[in-house]
Every structure is written in C-alpha cells, then in structure tokens.
C-alpha cells in the first residue's frame, strides 16, 4: 500500500509528540479514507511535503514570501502522486530555492493541518503538511516563480517576518534538538 510508509512514520511521531495526536488523527483518517491523498484534487484535503531549511551554520532559516498566499512561510509544496513526503520535502525546496539540500534527520519534525482558501477553480481545502529538517549546502538562493522573495532569517528573530504559529512551533522543536 503506497500510504503504509507515511502511517508508519505517524507512528513513529506520536511516540515522540503525543500532545499532537489530535492532528495525528486527522492525518490518519484522510490517509485511511482517501487513496488519492497525495493527489491536489483530493478536495477532502492532500498530503504536502516541506522543509525546515537552515543554512549551513543552522542559526538562519530560509523563508519565501509566498506568491500565492502573500505570507512568510517555509519552502514546500503539492506531494503531486509522490506518497515519499520526505522527498517531497526535499524536491520542493531544491525546486523553489535552487539550493543543494541534505535531510538532517528521516524523521518526521513536524505536521501541520491548514487551510487554503478558494481560488480560481480549486474550493477552499486543507494541506497536511510534513516537514523535515533540512540543511543547505551553501546560502546563495535564487528566487523561483511560485516566491515574491526567499530570506535567510535568523531563528530567533522569525517574529520579524511571520507569527505563524506552526513555524514558531518547529522553531521550539528545533531549540529543543540543539545541544546547550
């Protein structure tokens, strides 16, 4: 079954975020219930990968000012078929930085369920997003079509460019996993 591999890793997940089960649960059912997860009209909402992209001295996170949505987010997109969210993850943000990336961990960081408003044809939606921790092998970014502008943000400072509540959560995560 091509949704097998990402159940297992919510598996794996809710042993380490237990707090978060009520997301997991979500991401579970449209798993269960929707074969065509992966696919972007799968209008009961679709799996997306993205990443939690630091530069190489992993104290800056890359943000785009997302085209689309007018918002400083993480880079990511559509699974588009592909049930590995992992590479997903990886491709989009190759795709929309132009950068070399490298998985920091094969680990799940974290997931995150949002909604999308309607546009053109597409009805308002849900992403469930997974997020991996990637870094980039240098810091030289070029701006893609679906971006206004990427920024390497320092961590701590991500209040100055977004208040979005999941970003700030994987920022805790990520102080959580540095060594002190």
Not at 56 to 66: F, G
Not at 110 to 118: L, R, T, W
Not at 123 to 143: E, I, K, N, S
Request: include cysteine.
């Amino acid at each position: 079954m091509h949704r097998r591999n990402l159940l297992e890793k919510l598996a794996e997940y809710q042993t380490r975020y237990p707090a978060e089960q009520t997301t997991i649960d979500r991401f579970q059912t449209l798993i269960s219930e929707h074969a065509n997860c992966f696919e972007r009209d799968c209008w009961a909402g679709h799996i997306t990968g993205s990443s939690w992209l630091v530069d190489p001295s992993a104290q800056r996170l890359l943000l785009t000012h997302h085209r689309k949505l007018d918002m400083w987010l993480q880079l990511g997109g559509h699974s588009d078929g592909d049930p590995d969210s992992q590479a997903v993850a990886m491709r989009e943000a190759q795709e929309e930085s132009g950068l070399d990336v490298e998985l920091l961990s094969p680990h799940i960081f974290d997931i995150d369920v949002h909604e999308i408003p309607a546009r053109k044809e597409d009805p308002a939606h849900f992403h469930f997003d997974v997020r991996y921790c990637l870094q980039a092998q240098g810091d030289d970014f070029a701006v893609s079509e679906e971006s206004l502008a990427l920024a390497w943000v320092d961590i701590e400072a991500l209040e100055r460019y977004t208040t979005e509540s999941s970003i700030l959560r994987m920022r805790d995560k990520w102080r959580a996993s540095q060594p002190h």
